[in-house]
């Protein structure tokens, strides 16, 4: 079981939304001050009470260094597993149409053959072919997806 200090130190650390080198530094200080208290006869339980509750505590810290308080930077992982999972979806209904028709792009030729080369192409009368635009938008979901996490990644570090 862990100690009140350690506890302590976890809790502030869990409230800061703050890159691991800064919490590594932030979790240094404050066991050098609970280290610095016990040597002059105090207890954690007297420097927790000095310092104030670990949600107190991780505010002031919060203003003090311009740290963001709280769970903010999940949100950038979210937001890169939902975009993946909607660019996931979109190249899916992609294939599942395109298999389903048959049909690998616009033009068809259906006659023709024994007669002689006559052959009659059919192609969309607006020039927009839907599947293709269901793989460009899942292939930019996927690349804006991919983009979060590296930056979710980064920010952690």
Excluded: C, W
Excluded at 9 to 25: G, M, N, W, Y
Excluded at 42 to 66: C, H, M, P, Y
Excluded at 69 to 96: D, F, W
Excluded at 142 to 157: D, E, G, H, N
């Amino acid at each position: 079981m862990r100690n009140v200090k350690d506890k302590y130190i976890s809790d502030v650390l869990k409230l800061l939304s703050a890159p691991r080198s800064k919490k590594r530094e932030i979790a240094r200080d404050l066991q050098e001050a609970f280290a610095s208290a016990s040597e002059h006869g105090e207890t954690s339980e007297q420097v927790i009470e000095r310092l104030g509750n670990s949600d107190a505590f991780a505010r002031s810290l919060s203003a003090e260094l311009g740290i963001p308080y709280g769970k903010r930077r999940t949100l950038n992982l979210a937001l890169g597993i939902l975009l993946l999972v909607i660019g996931s979806i979109l190249i899916a209904a992609y294939l599942i149409i395109s298999a389903a028709t048959g049909i690998p792009n616009s033009n068809v030729g259906i006659i023709g053959g024994a007669d002689g080369p006559t052959q009659i192409y059919l192609s969309p009368s607006d020039g927009i072919d839907g599947t293709a635009v269901i793989l460009a938008l899942g292939i930019i979901f996927i690349l804006l997806s991919v983009a979060f996490l590296i930056f979710y990644i980064k920010k952690r570090r």
